[in-house]
């Protein structure tokens, strides 16, 4: 680098065009970085400017944990981005940094707890039971996303939350439309605004009539002074809409995952005390979004894998490309039931680091457990083309999963 060479010279911004991929194809462009620009510049089709773009597992762990990478800063700015909108309200603990993030945290940290969610199980099995059942009784071909993946983790989540099942359907559109970039600002923002006036008024209902359940726990929060109202609605949608859309689509690329990789399920039913070992390999390798989600902004001027990142610079992150680290992980593109190491970010790092991770696993095992012992010869009833993936998601997913058995 000569004297003269500019920032704008080394690093040219690159517009990322960000394509709807097929299956569980890797994004071509998210492997260049990785590959040939680990530090890049980029912009993204929503928002304003471009933003740094880290890629290497070790950089990606800086980046999210180090407390000069803010996301309290990210807040009124139009940050280049996937959607049109911003998902979290501006009061989430999405927004938060530490010592704020930390209390809002807190207050729902009960309803995540080992004793919380080893309760859950036995619910959560009766309900994969019930809907496999129902799914049996109408008889082969079906679709597990709307016999299965897209039930069992809205139910799940929802009776976490307290949300009684007739306002589940509701729930979903909201969160189907808040989860997306192709419905456009206004119509996600009204989804938004639809979803925190729902809240608002279930966490009213629960200030007067306490309820064992993470609304009823943010409820006596709001009457002690440990968080607001609006505090308290923002953690709950949060928290309803992306449980239970992560957990659909996740899981729905395991199975699809395992019944494009035969191989790979036969030995799952010949071996399923390898199951959750098997589950960490998936979660490693399922490209689970499209891009990156909500950037972070430097404080202070840090240098990131080499690169000098200037106090008030915008930067994105991705887990997916850490996952895919060569230098963490032996073949990284390949899927591995015998991996050894596996210390993978799929469910983020740092303070951020995803609340529900415990619960995420519990529903993979029900589903995959369920599925492999129910159906010995279970496989997907369509050529690979009659699959549809869903267009200008945020997550990335099947829309329909078509079976037989
Ligand atoms: O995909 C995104 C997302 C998903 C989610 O479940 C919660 C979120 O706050 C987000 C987000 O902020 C940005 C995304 O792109």
């Known amino acids: 680098m000569t004297t003269t060479e ?18 569980l194809d890797f994004d071509p462009f998210m492997a260049e970085r990785l590959h040939q620009e680990p530090v890049s510049r980029v912009k993204l089709p929503n928002g304003e400017g471009h933003a740094w773009f880290v890629t290497r597992y070790e950089d990606v762990k800086f980046v999210t944990s180090d407390p000069r990478f803010s996301r309290q800063a990210v807040l009124g700015r139009p940050i280049t981005r996937l959607a049109p909108h911003f998902i979290p309200l501006d009061e989430a603990v999405g927004f938060a940094d530490p010592p704020e993030h930390t209390r809002l945290r807190k207050a729902v940290a009960r309803a995540f707890t080992t004793r919380s969610l080893e309760r859950l199980r036995p619910a959560a099995q009766r309900a994969a039971d019930e809907l496999l059942s129902e799914m049996e009784q109408d008889g082969p071909p079906a679709d597990l996303m709307e016999h299965l993946h897209g ?34 600002r206004e119509e996600s923002e009204r989804a938004k605004t639809g979803m925190a006036a729902y809240f608002t008024e279930l966490l009213g209902r629960r200030r007067a009539e306490p309820s064992d359940d993470l609304i009823g726990y943010v409820a006596e929060a709001t009457v002690q002074g440990e968080l607001s109202v609006e505090e308290a609605v923002a953690i709950a949608l949060l928290i309803q809409a992306s449980a239970a859309h992560a957990v659909r689509n996740n899981s729905a690329n395991m199975v699809y995952a395992l019944l494009t990789h035969p191989d790979h399920l036969a030995r799952l039913r010949a071996e399923p005390e390898l199951l959750p070992q098997a589950i960490e390999e998936l979660l490693r390798y399922i490209p689970h979004r499209n891009a990156v989600g909500l950037a972070r902004v430097a404080t202070e001027d840090v240098e990131v894998g080499g690169v000098l990142i200037r106090a008030g610079e915008v930067v994105h992150s991705s887990y997916l490309t850490a996952n895919r680290d060569p230098e963490v992980f032996d073949s990284p593109d390949e899927l591995d039931f015998d991996r050894e190491h596996n210390p993978h ?41 009659r699959i549809r993936w869903q267009r200008s998601a945020l997550i990335r997913g099947p829309e329909n999963l078509p079976v037989t058995w």
């Open 151 to 184: 039930p069992l983790p809205l139910a799940v989540i929802s009776d976490v939350m307290g949300v009684p099942p007739h306002d589940r359907p509701q729930m979903a559109e909201w969160t189907n439309i808040l989860l997306s970039a192709g419905y456009g």
């Open 345 to 385: 970010l799929s469910f983020g790092h740092g303070p951020h680091f995803c609340l529900g991770s415990m619960l995420a696993r519990l529903e993979s095992e029900v589903i995959l457990t369920s599925l492999i012992e129910r159906f010995p010869d279970l496989r997907l009833a369509e050529p690979l083309d």
């Open 6 to 23: 500019s920032v704008s010279d080394q690093y040219p911004v690159r517009f990322w065009d960000v394509k709807d991929l097929r299956g």
